[in-house]
């Protein structure tokens, strides 16, 4: 087991410097471009970002988590997995090119997004190449080429993207961003992954990962169907610029969650599928990673909630106030989200794909009840608002689900998340009062930041709390072994 954890960690670091890098580079090409081109601009491309996630979902089809999900996966499984995506990928980029002109009409009917959308499209096929490369490697968990090229490919994006931006380009910068990236990390990923598809699509193997992969498709559909309707909903009922600001708010609100999402599917899944079938083991693995998030989570989504109107002004000015308030909203409701999603994992680990489709039909439903009691005020605010809430009331739901499918007891998956959620409010506090010191956004960010670090790492010292000195061991530990060896 002592190899096993090696690898764990491994595969955490490698993950955690994937994300921290990438989500940096996205945040400086962000900020540059969030500065030079227009709300609107960024309303059309956030109009088809609602197409293009479907389109991803349908090209994946759910067997990436089912070769993640399953023990010991065939080459044969790898090859079918392959030649179905990139079949189904062209397919739907087909009938999206063809319709074009149609999307145009549902958003305002603004031609600009017929050009603009034929060649954002072109994303997700090269993303369906990728499916399997990276796969591979997070089933061996040894993940340091998908975080090598998920860094070049920033590089290179967003390169381009500030380029055309700059030279006036507007929505076209934002696509062909894209588009660099999804091909450069995706010939990365072939030029050093030393594997070809072996033969075309075998029945058999495709029978046995549908069955997990049908699950994992159905929930990811309805997921996708409830997260983009509310970028649907703000471009076909508002306007393209109320998108845009709704749009940077989700964007930089999802730095966060997405990337401690990613992170922990990407380092636990795999440890957890091996352990599946010891159950003392598997509740073991379940409370550790259960603490460790909810020690990370709480203080990083409340801290960036609260320190939110002067993140925005230093790096916009005030340009994207608007988006202030959607951005704190939906930065708390990632709380949510990110433990529901990890819940999914452990059922998923577990080998309980059909109960993926349950969480997501709870799921969809709250949602959809939020947006049928805000939709009528006509204020974006109210609409993220039921957002929020609704991701609360699913919680209370999946946890109860969860609790029962992996036999851990409700009460201690509660307890375990409890001190952390309080010592994130009390640190969210402490970074508003410290707030009232200066008037500089800068300063205001950077004294709120510290001021909000401070405070959670002395409760989490006067406490005891393991997990604050796990982390600085494994960090520490890590560095003087690094200066010993030099």
Known sequence: MSELKQRTAGTLKWNTIDRLASQVLYGVVGVVLANVVSQEDFGLVGALLVFQSFAIIFADSGFGAALLQRKNPTEEDYSTVFWFNLIVSCSIYVILWVCAPLIADIFQGDRRLIPLSKVMFLTFVLNALAIVQTNRLMK???????AVSNVIGQIAGGGVGIGLAIAGYGAWALVWQSVTLAGVKTGILWATGRWLPCCFIRMDSLRRIWRIGLSVFSSSMLNTLFLTVY????????????????TQADKWSKMGSASLSQILTASFVPLLSRVQDDGEAFIRYVRKINRFTAFILFPA????????????HTLFGQKWDAAV???QILTVRGIPVVLVSLYGNYILAKGYGKRLFSIEVVKDAAILIAIILTISSKDVTLLVWGQLWASVATYCVIVCMTSIAVGYPLRKMLLDLFPFMMAGVIMAGCSLIAFSVVSAPFLKLLIGITAGAACYIMIMWIFRFPELKEAASYLFGRFYK?????
């Open 231 to 246: 970028s649907f909903v703000i471009g076909a009922f508002y306007s393209l610029r109320s998108l845009g600001v709704y």
């Open 140 to 146: 061996r968990m040894d993940v340091k080429m998908i």
């Open 325 to 327: 308030p959607l951005f």
């Open 301 to 312: 989504m409340m801290g960036l909630a609260a320190v939110g109107e002067p993140l925005f």
């Open 482 to 486: 690094k200066a010993v060896r030099r």
